[in-house]
């Protein structure tokens, strides 16, 4: 078998090989490191994985591209499995606002917030939307990230602009190296004009809005932001009931600022993650527990938000929950696509270790997105996502906070993404 690249010599192989499931508590622990490492690909496949040299039967030749992984710690592709992608706009202009003391759901009720995205996302063009998103996804290559999920959100009762977000990640997954999963989430706040009268939009969320969506395959998740003064458990239920009926996998913003009840919904429906959590109850969490509901957290919201309040990572975790990390990168309440700056607020804030947090951002990650036997870990037959950090062990990543240690970034089993170039355009 011919190598068509190589990573040799590598000190600190983290290759997450295991179950391709989500991993709880004592799972976490071992993330099968290899010292003096090595891996090699052909095509877009990994074939071997291993320590020293390279068996006899794969064979290498001028054609084949070595990698030295002398001094540096070695991951797999990392997954950012709760994103607000394609939007247009910013909301810098909301900062004073936060620095006054008003809240999300303040902001939100003075017709700020959501409602400010959306009318700016209304108004742009697919191309400004493709651009403004592609350059985003060049930010997060860059710092190791090798699958996306993307969520709509951003039309709520204008579906043509639903659509045309939806279809910008379409292009964008085709053409881009990173790897995009679609997310429906035209239930993410109420529009005005529902205000009074919020069930009727239910309605046309589950009889207009879920078919068509359906029907043109642009999405693979449905999604509802589950809060008080947006929609309610019951109305959350009917949307979720629904989508699984189209085929969809179903996820939910729960309980991230009032304990609804978003994590025992998140349990009866049998979701596959419940996300945010800040508020979630003891009774949610162990339900969630029970029905293996993978738990996204999103610190970096928490951290900009300046609330104050984090999700129990520790106790989700002991209570045997899976746990995933995410940016939740959006223009308001996390405008940031720096994974790696979640994960040292994951470990400096919400006290999770370094094992557990590489585990959230890839094995896990797989898992919140249903990808776990395709990418997540650094095993034969896997998709060849690679990251070659310029560190020398996975604690230097997080302690080291706020700056990119990313040296190199393969894809598919490609190099796109080399800290000492511009990106590679080799898709």
Known sequence: MKATLVIKNIDNLITLRGENKARTLDDMKDIGIINNGIIALSGEKIIYVGEGDLPSHIEVDENTTILDGKGKT?????????????????????????LKGKSYLEILAAGGGIHSTVKATKEATFDELYEKAKKSLDIMLSYG?????????????????????????????????????????????????????????????????????????????????????????????????????????LKLHADEIEPLGGAELAAELNCITADHLIAASDKGIKEMAKKGVIANLLPGTSFNLQTGKFARARKILEEG?????????????????????????????????????????????????????????????????????????????????????????????K?????????????
Do not use: W
């Open 321 to 413: 929950v899976a746990i995933a990390l995410s940016t939740d990168y959006n223009p308001g309440s996390c405008p940031t696509e720096n994974l790696q700056l979640i994960m040292s607020f994951a470990s400096l804030i919400m006290k999770l270790t370094p094992e557990e947090v590489i585990t959230a951002v890839t094995i896990n990650g797989a898992a919140a997105l249903g990808l776990g036997e395709k990418v997540g870990s650094i095993e034969v037959d896997k998709q060849g996502d690679i990251v070659i950090f310029d560190a020398p062990n996975l604690e230097y990543i997080i302690y080291h906070f706020g700056i990119n240690h990313v040296d190199k970034v393969i894809k598919n089993g």
């Open 145 to 249: 990230v090798t699958t996306v999920e993307a969520k709509s959100g951003y039309g709520i009762d204008d579906f043509s602009t639903e659509i045309k977000q939806l279809e910008v990640a379409k292009k964008l997954n085709e053409d881009h190296p990173v790897d995009i999963v679609s997310t429906f989430m035209g239930a993410h706040a109420i529009p005005v004009r529902y205000k009074n009268n919020p069930d009727a939009f239910v309605d046309i969320i589950i009889e207009d809005m879920l078919p068509k969506v359906a029907e043109k395959n642009l999405a693979k998740f449905c999604d509802v932001f589950c809060e008080e003064g947006v929609f309610s458990i019951d109305q959350s239920r009917r949307i979720l009931q629904a989508a699984k009926e189209h085929g969809m996998g």
């Open 415 to 427: 190099l796109v993404y080399d800290s000492k170039l511009t990106r590679i355009n080799n898709n």
């Open 74 to 98: 070695v991951t797999p592709g990392l997954i950012d499995s709760h994103t607000h992608l394609v939007h247009g706009g910013s909301r810098e202009n909301e900062l004073a606002m936060k």
